[in-house]
């Protein structure tokens, strides 16, 4: 069975430093996204991706992140300059269209 | 008005019973209702899904009832078993392509043996 499959599963980083989760997408989907989910509470949008371009994104989402396809084929989430606050597990989510959407087992980043 | 209300927060139910989880939204242009299901240390799954046109759908143990005019869904889930303690989402979305997905606060079940 297809799957999305996430990188790190786990991340620790310090305060200030850049983050990179990666993601690699069920390869016939168009459409990508990134959800947060912060320990115990509820699943979170961040951003949805299409056609090379942020189609919507959340207040959550500032100028401290950024997504992109680097190689055509990985999702990536940075975020430039980590804060306490963005401690929280990230999934990335695909699909083909209006319809189900596939998350991955999501990384969990943690910052010191 | 992009908020989905979700209740109740835990649930603890009987093996063989009947779970039964609500949820509430204000937003008329949410047409597309999923319900995930979360195990621990794992991502969310589609369970089961509706859309606004049938009041009801049911695959195997768990059923979808929808309520458009009170704006309300709920999850059924029948014959109750211990593999079903998990944490489960309702969420809401506008049947676009691009599928935001607003979801509700979570229920955690916990089906005792």
């Known amino acids: 069975e297809p799957e999305v499959t996430q990188t790190p599963s786990h991340q620790v980083t310090q305060m200030g430093q850049e983050v990179i989760l990666r993601c690699v997408p069920i390869s016939n989907h168009l459409y990508f996204y990134w959800y947060r989910q912060i320990l115990g509470q509820k699943v979170e949008f961040l951003v949805s991706?299409?056609?090379?371009?942020?189609?919507?994104k959340s207040e959550i989402f500032d100028d401290q992140f950024s997504v992109e396809r680097p190689d055509g084929s990985n999702f990536t989430l940075k975020i430039r300059s980590t804060k306490l606050e963005d401690s929280a597990m990230y999934f990335c989510?695909?699909?083909?269209?209006?319809?189900?959407?596939?998350f991955g087992e999501g990384s969990r980043l943690t910052v010191l | 008005q992009q908020q989905v209300k979700q209740s109740p927060q835990s649930l603890i139910v009987q093996k063989g019973g009947i779970s039964i989880i609500n949820c509430a939204y204000e937003?008329?242009?949410?047409?597309?209702f999923p319900w995930y299901q979360q195990f621990p240390g794992k991502g969310p799954a589609l369970l089961i899904a509706?859309?606004?046109?049938?009041s009801e759908k049911k695959e195997g143990r768990f059923t979808i009832s929808f309520n458009k005019s009170a704006k309300q869904f709920s999850l059924h889930i029948m014959d109750s078993q211990p593999g079903d303690s998990a944490t489960y989402f309702c969420a809401a979305s506008k049947n676009t392509g691009f599928q935001k997905l607003v979801f509700g606060t979570g229920t955690r079940l916990l089906v005792s043996p």
């Open positions: 991706f299409y056609n090379n371009e942020i189609s919507e």
């Open positions: 509706i859309r606004p046109d049938v």
């Open positions: 937003n008329t242009a949410f047409d597309y």
């Open positions: 989510a695909t699909g083909q269209g209006p319809g189900e959407l596939f």
